[in-house]
């Protein structure tokens, strides 16, 4: 199975400051079809995942476009421009290129 | 607009069978898959199967040999089965849709003897 290293594990930040959070792949996540199928997660607290980015890079709707994504191959970044109180939570990545679907362990965001 | 809802138990004995059904609105299972995701308290998330439009399945290789996903495509209804439980199955338990964009609420489902 793929496994998705996420770093840094806990993440502190002061409103307004911009942040990152890394995914690395075990293997190469271009599917044979020319997509990676990279994603990115955010679960608040007491609430389900929802999703942020997809395809590395793509903002799902309605996601404000302080969060972007980057990346490729086995390397994929989330990066939050001017973190805001309601960011806090737990950022996931999920790969879906290689059976089974594999999640990171998860960046715990606390706002300073 | 796309909805999902878990509904199950809230808790089961050790060795008995948990059963999860998941209903669907907004699309049609014949044409999308829906994911089974699972999370331990304080934990991560994980995969444990998924059922595609055409009724096909996939399953985490660790959870296989005790677990069924099926559905009833006229009640837009996703069936989860799990034999065997132990305290480690104590977890919430998700239906989500193949793109993950969309996620029920969850069900918590505490395993105790």
């Known amino acids: 199975d793929v496994v998705l290293t996420q770093t840094p594990p806990t993440l502190s930040a002061t409103i307004g400051q911009s942040v990152s959070i890394s995914c690395r792949s075990s293997?190469?996540?271009?599917?044979?079809?020319?997509?990676?199928?990279l994603h990115w997660l955010l679960q608040r607290p007491g609430q389900s995942p929802q999703l942020l980015i997809y395809?590395?890079?793509r903002l799902e709707s309605g996601v404000p476009n302080r969060f972007s994504g980057s990346g490729s191959g086995t390397d994929f970044t989330l990066k939050i421009s001017g973190v805001e109180a309601e960011d806090l939570g737990v950022y996931y990545c999920v790969q879906g290129t290689h059976a089974p679907l594999t999640f990171g362990s998860g960046t715990k965001l606390e706002i300073k | 607009q796309v909805q999902m809802k878990e509904t199950g138990p809230g808790l089961v004995q050790t060795t008995q069978t948990l059963s999860v059904t998941c209903t669907v609105s907004g699309f049609s299972l014949t044409s999308y898959g829906v994911h089974w995701v699972r999370q331990a308290p304080g934990k991560g998330l994980e995969w444990m199967g998924i059922?595609?439009?055409?009724?096909?399945?996939n399953y985490n290789s660790a959870l296989k040999s005790r677990l069924s996903i099926s559905r009833d495509t006229s009640k837009s209804q996703v069936f989860l089965t799990m034999n065997s439980l132990q305290t480690d199955d104590t977890a919430v338990y998700y239906c989500v849709n193949w793109e993950l964009d969309y996620w029920g609420q969850g069900v918590m489902v505490t395993v105790s003897s």
């Open positions: 293997q190469s996540l271009l599917h044979s079809n020319g997509n990676t199928y």
């Open positions: 059922i595609w439009g055409d009724g096909s399945t």
């Open positions: 395809l590395v890079s």
